[in-house]
């Protein structure tokens, strides 16, 4: 593997490690082979940087502020994505199960159906809309 030359003392000494495998090492030194454990210190070597993020400070009223139904119940995203197709119009009446729209999130198409019997209050999204997770699509009376 590798060649040393060491000296200790006035001597010469030709050093030859052979193999090493945990901390023990076998060196040939001056044609003599030896076992020789060794003693350092091991140190955590990570090559995933290390992300460090500064705290931000926020104003009172700033950040995200929770959407609230006004009727009797509304329809949310299960996930973001885009409105592909409106299935009901302002004052239909929906039983439980019905598809109400399809969304395109994550390149399928997903249908997203009423929970519960109402009548479509208000729409609050139009087709090509892109919406986040959780926002309100649709509201009941």
Do not use: C
């Amino acid at each position: 593997m590798k060649k040393f030359d060491f000296s200790v003392s006035g001597n010469k000494y030709n050093v030859e490690v052979k193999d090493f495998e945990d901390s023990i090492a076998t060196v040939s030194v001056n044609g003599t082979v030896y076992e020789v454990e060794v003693h350092q210190e091991k140190k955590a070597v990570s090559k995933t940087p290390k992300l460090v993020r500064k705290p931000v400070a926020r104003k009172p009223g700033e950040g995200a502020v929770p959407q609230k139904a006004t009727g009797a119940g509304a329809v949310k995203a299960p996930l973001p994505g885009n409105i592909f197709q409106l299935n009901v119009a302002v004052g239909d009446s929906v039983s439980k199960g019905d598809v109400l729209l399809v969304m395109e999130a994550m390149k399928m198409e997903n249908n997203v159906l009423a929970e519960k019997d109402g009548v479509v209050k208000e729409i609050k999204v139009g087709l090509g809309d892109a919406v986040l997770q959780n926002d309100i699509l649709i509201e009941f009376e």
